[in-house]
């Protein structure tokens, strides 16, 4: 089991003091938000800066993979807008777009990135999704890059029935994998979370982990939610998945160095 830390829990500290942190908490990864703080795609000099996270990484032991979660990186005024959906997608089709590039020179285990919620009044939300969804899968075929879309609660996509029927509507491309949050799973599939690990396992190229409640979208430390682990580290390892299981705590920036502590001792626990 190989254990990584969202550097959106990392968000008051420079990206390379947070991947030195989280290489000397004994992380094996990474999992990198593209954001205003973190290697900024649009800023200038994005081949310099990748090229000196890549000589961190490389310097420090870690893996990593690409998310692409950043909060009003593309509108300062609208959270994660525009999205794919939206009459103008350019922006975000440009974020995703420079992701892969990232993926590519950092040689990324997978790239993330999700449906995001539809504007009202927008009669063909599916449609554009897959429209958009088709450009950013051909875009990183020609990059040799792997993607992982998250089901996320709220969105047009947040459930696991819903990423197969995009997978599906795609053509089932090889390289459109699944992004799998943990806690979702307790948040609002339906199965028990070992058992969503299980059906999701044949195309899991990402996994993401935290602790969560029944019916409450809140990443929460482990053992503040309502999650039995040591199930889910073994169905992991049933699945046979060996990629990053990184943890998703974007809210608790405040304490990053001791959340990160304590969520990596009580992960090798539930592991062992």
């Given at each position: 089991?190989?254990?990584?830390?969202?550097t959106?829990?990392f968000?008051?500290h420079?990206?390379?003091?947070?991947?030195?942190?989280?290489?000397?908490?004994?992380?094996?990864?990474?999992?990198?938000?593209?954001?205003?703080?973190?290697?900024?795609?649009?800023?200038?000099?994005?081949?310099?800066?990748?090229?000196?996270?890549?000589?961190?990484?490389?310097?420090?032991?870690?893996?990593?993979?690409?998310?692409?979660?950043?909060?009003?990186?593309?509108d300062?005024?609208?959270?994660?807008?525009?999205?794919?959906?939206?009459?103008?997608?350019?922006?975000?089709?440009?974020?995703l777009?420079?992701?892969v590039?990232?993926?590519?020179?950092?040689?990324?285990?997978?790239?993330?990135?999700?449906?995001?919620?539809?504007?009202?009044?927008?009669?063909?939300?599916?449609d554009?999704?897959?429209?958009?969804?088709?450009?950013?899968?051909?875009?990183?075929?020609?990059?040799?890059?792997?993607?992982?879309?998250?089901?996320?609660?709220?969105?047009?996509?947040?459930?696991?029935?819903?990423?197969?029927?995009?997978?599906?509507?795609?053509?089932?491309?090889?390289?459109?994998?699944?992004?799998?949050?943990?806690?979702?799973?307790r948040?609002?599939?339906?199965?028990?979370?070992?058992?969503?690990?299980?059906?999701?396992?044949?195309?899991?190229?990402?996994?993401?982990?935290?602790?969560?409640?029944?019916?409450?979208?809140?990443?929460?430390?482990?053992?503040?939610?309502?999650?039995?682990?040591?199930?889910?580290?073994?169905?992991?390892?049933?699945?046979?998945?060996?990629?990053?299981?990184?943890?998703?705590?974007?809210?608790?920036?405040?304490?990053?160095?001791?959340?990160?502590?304590?969520?990596?001792?009580?992960?090798?626990?539930?592991?062992?």
């Amino acid at each position: 089991m190989r254990f990584g830390y969202g550097t959106n829990g990392f968000a008051n500290h420079r990206l390379p003091e947070a991947l030195r942190v989280i290489a000397d908490l004994g992380y094996d990864g990474v999992a990198l938000t593209l954001d205003t703080c973190h290697l900024d795609p649009f800023a200038p000099g994005l081949a310099r800066r990748t090229a000196e996270v890549a000589a961190d990484l490389d310097r420090l032991g870690l893996a990593v993979v690409i998310e692409t979660g950043a909060r009003y990186l593309l509108d300062p005024w609208h959270k994660h807008a525009p999205t794919l959906m939206h009459d103008d997608p350019a922006a975000r089709l440009e974020y995703l777009r420079r992701a892969v590039r990232v993926g590519a020179d950092l040689g990324a285990e997978a790239v993330s990135f999700w449906a995001g919620v539809a504007p009202p009044g927008v009669p063909d939300d599916w449609d554009r999704l897959v429209r958009g969804c088709d450009q950013v899968v051909r875009y990183a075929a020609d990059h040799s890059v792997t993607l992982g879309f998250e089901p996320e609660p709220g969105m047009l996509v947040e459930d696991l029935a819903g990423w197969r029927r995009l997978h599906a509507a795609l053509g089932e491309p090889d390289n459109f994998g699944i992004t799998l949050d943990i806690g979702h799973c307790r948040c609002l599939e339906p199965k028990p979370v070992p058992d969503c690990v299980a059906d999701a396992g044949p195309h899991l190229v990402n996994v993401q982990i935290d602790d969560m409640r029944r019916g409450v979208h809140e990443h929460l430390e482990f053992g503040d939610g309502e999650i039995d682990f040591p199930p889910v580290t073994a169905a992991l390892e049933a699945a046979g998945y060996r990629g990053l299981v990184a943890v998703e705590l974007p809210r608790h920036s405040h304490a990053a160095p001791a959340v990160a502590r304590r969520s990596i001792d009580f992960l090798r626990k539930a592991a062992a």
